[in-house]
């Protein structure tokens, strides 16, 4: 049953922005009120805390705690140039201010995102890798930690999205490749779809699967020319599939259950023809029941500090990438 009723939004929804689609094509702007940035280079160093955690409410036992990783701060130089994105990440000595593996256990993150803009369609795509969790021994009544080495999660998936003001520019918010000129807000739906594996020592592996479904409305607020504000939240209803695997020959074991995601992003930045600069927070949530006792929220969160600097490429950097 609840397979047919999530069948049947994600049709409903399909054709509602074909509908909206045509309208938006049937309507012609005069003036768009976006900087463009696309002859220059771009360098980007960003400072940055992104993590995934588990909240777990269990009514049996009338537990509520958190399943996080040990957060880190990292380091990301990024070369922006039209399509071309380039990411190298590293963290000096010096930055790695929590040094309290004893405390809240060791954890080694990986992950790789980026978006594509097809007109007014935007595609985003993701993958991480975090291996070593820990419990807060408040949330269980315990005076130590309980730490999960070998507790690992891996994400991959991500969201489309149409954005419906042709004056609204996503790109703003992300990597300031353009500049919103004039405040402008836009109507966003989305679809979002991730695969999570999530495995620790022991002979058996959970593989989740969530799609959503739903609005979304983001606004770019401009002050004296040269500051932004930005703030959108989106809120989605899908479908959850929890598959447990074991490879000790115990039969496998399937939950299905509808799914809630909220999202929210928040974002200032400062903007001149040369030098660009900012900070931004997110958080990501799933929210589902395994079964008729346990509720499982999955989170994402991220925070990152960032400068930047724009110059004209070359004329044959330019040349190469010109329509002939």
Not at 213 to 227: A, C, L, M, T
Request: aromatic fraction near 18%.
């Amino acid at each position: 049953m609840v397979k047919k009723y999530a069948i049947f939004f994600i049709v409903f929804y399909t054709f509602f922005c074909q509908a909206q689609i045509a309208d938006t094509l049937s309507t012609q702007k005069a003036q768009r009120s976006i900087e463009k940035y696309d002859d220059y280079i771009k360098l980007r160093l960003g400072l940055s805390n992104s993590f995934n955690s588990f909240r777990i409410k269990d009514k049996t036992s009338r537990l509520d705690f958190t399943l996080s990783p040990n957060q880190r701060l990292r380091s990301t130089l990024t070369l922006i140039y039209k399509f071309i994105e380039i990411d190298l990440g590293y963290t000096p000595e010096f930055l790695r201010f929590n040094k309290d593996d004893a405390i809240k256990g060791h954890t080694k993150f990986y992950n790789f995102g980026t978006r594509l803009y097809l007109g007014s369609w935007m595609q985003e795509l993701q993958y991480a890798r975090t291996k070593g969790f820990y419990i807060d021994g408040n949330d269980v009544g315990s005076e130590q930690n309980i730490l999960f080495p070998h507790f690992q999660v891996q994400k991959i998936g991500g969201s489309t999205s149409y954005i419906f003001n042709p004056d609204f520019s996503f790109r703003t918010i992300f990597l300031q490749s353009e500049w919103q000129q004039r405040s402008a807000g836009s109507f966003v739906p989305s679809i979002s779809y991730y695969f999570t594996q999530i495995k620790n020592n022991n002979p058996s592996k959970d593989n989740i699967f969530d799609i959503a479904i739903g609005p979304g409305y983001y606004y770019n607020w401009i002050i004296r020319d040269k500051f932004l504000v930005s703030a959108g939240a989106y809120s989605g209803l899908g479908f959850n599939s929890t598959k447990t695997v074991y490879n000790d020959g115990t039969p496998h074991e399937i939950s299905e259950s509808l799914s809630f995601q909220a999202q929210f992003r928040l974002t200032a930045g400062y903007n001149s023809e040369h030098f660009f600069a900012g900070a931004a927070t997110s958080l990501n949530s799933f929210s589902y029941s395994s079964d008729t006792l346990i509720h499982v929220e999955d989170q994402q969160q991220f925070l990152e500090f960032y400068i930047g600097y724009r110059f004209k490429a070359p004329k044959r950097i330019n040349s190469l990438f010109e329509k002939k």
